[in-house]
């Protein structure tokens, strides 16, 4: 079992930044992938980044590409998510997955962390 716990969220205004975190404990040998999902107000969770745990390798939802960045500490077994130029639109619960293998679809989610963006 893993466990995840996201922080770093928050209110702030629109074209701020926040810098989220997702610590993982437990069985943090398996682990293939890490992700940023989040879900906004009435809508479905959607896929925001994930980065491979060994090489590092990124992929971006193409509305948050260029103004997100996400990143990994691999000593600290901790994801970051580096939001920058936030708009308001991007106002969601944003959570952390772990992909186990390559096969393997994300799961052991996090609690999630209120992100705010005001206009």
């Known amino acids: 079992q893993v466990q995840l716990v996201e922080s770093g969220g928050g209110l702030v205004q629109a074209g701020g930044s926040l810098r989220l975190s997702c610590a993982a404990s437990?069985?943090?040998?398996?682990?293939?992938?890490m992700g940023w999902f989040r879900r906004a107000p009435g809508k479905e969770r959607e896929f925001v980044a994930t980065i491979n745990w060994s090489s590092g390798a990124t992929v971006y939802a193409d509305s948050v590409k260029g103004r997100f960045t996400i990143s990994r500490d691999s000593a600290k077994n901790t994801v970051y998510l580096q939001m920058n130029s936030l708009k308001p639109e991007d106002t969601a619960v944003y959570y952390c997955?772990?992909?186990?293998?390559?096969?393997?679809?994300?799961?052991?989610w996090g609690q999630g962390t209120q992100v705010t963006v005001s206009s």
């Open positions: 997955a772990r992909k186990p293998t390559t096969y393997a679809g994300f799961g052991s």
């Open positions: 437990g069985r943090t040998f398996s682990i293939y992938a």
